[in-house]
T-cell receptor, first 114, second 117 residues
Framework: EAGVVQSPRYKIIEKKQPVAFWCNPI?????LYWYLQNLGQGPELLIR????????DSQLPKDRFSAERLKGVDSTLKIQPAELGDSAVYLC????????????FGPGTRLTVL | DAKTTQPTSMDCAEGRAANLPCNHS???????VYWYRQIHSQGPQYIIH???NNETNEMASLIITEDRKSSTLILPHATLRDTAVYYC??????????????????FGDGTTLTVKP
């Protein structure tokens, strides 16, 4: 069974440019999470989806970050415009549903903003 | 969700048991203790979880104190490949589908375990 797929794995952009990350969760998983992980720190939740509904986006900086999960499967996280402080690893995870015990993480996208 | 406290780093000799502590003194009755680990350049990986009783699986054992205010993850025979950051988190128990906090995990900074030859 394929795990959570994320692309790209690495992205380097200049500040003020837009960037998008894509996530394909495990088949049949209804809940999808986007996390941000700064160097040396644990993941921080940005947004959580149950199917196509964002059930928790309280930590998402909505002035520049946006996310969508139109058909309740794949998801895209966008930053526009990117700032230097956005350099981090962006992790996607999925679970069977919101009550599920286990989250499965993708390898992450490492973003560098110059 | 309750917060957890873990040591920043630990060392362990290869082949010996690694015991990783976690304090969660403000844990509430419906919160499980979960452990994940993150090997360099990979996403976190689920290890084990428990509510009250001690748990064991093919990866590790989880010992939860009777008052549930702390727990210990045990890797019985650590190998070099167990070198990773280990996260102890607490989250609302499953079955609370109407609660938007269900399934919400708050990661701290974890314990960096280094297994040495």
């Amino acid at each position: 069974e394929a795990g959570v797929v994320q692309s790209p794995r690495y992205k380097i952009i200049e500040k003020k440019q837009p960037v998008a990350f894509w996530c394909n969760p495990i088949s049949g998983h209804n809940t999808l999470y986007w996390y941000l992980q700064n160097l040396g720190q644990g993941p921080e939740l940005l947004i959580r989806y149950e199917n196509e509904e964002a059930v928790d986006d309280s930590q998402l900086p909505k002035d520049r970050f946006s996310a969508e999960r139109l058909k309740g499967v794949d998801s895209t996280l966008k930053i526009q415009p990117a700032e230097l402080g956005d350099s981090a690893v962006y992790l996607c995870a999925s679970s069977l549903n919101m009550d599920s015990d286990t989250q499965y993480f993708g390898p992450g996208t490492r973003l560098t903003v110059l | 969700d309750a917060k957890t406290t873990q040591p920043t780093s630990m060392d362990c000799a290869e082949g010996r048991a690694a015991n990783l502590p976690c304090n969660h003194s403000t844990i509430s009755g419906n919160e499980y203790v979960y452990w994940y680990r993150q090997i360099h350049s990979q996403g976190p990986q689920y290890i084990i979880h428990g509510l009250k009783n001690n748990e064991t699986n093919e990866m590790a054992s989880l010992i939860i104190t009777e008052d549930r205010k702390s727990s210990t993850l045990i890797l019985p025979h650590a190998t070099l490949r167990d070198t990773a950051v280990y996260y102890c988190i607490v989250r609302v128990a499953s079955g609370l589908g109407a609660n938007t906090n269900a399934g919400k995990s708050t990661f701290g900074d974890g314990t960096t375990l280094t297994v040495k030859p």
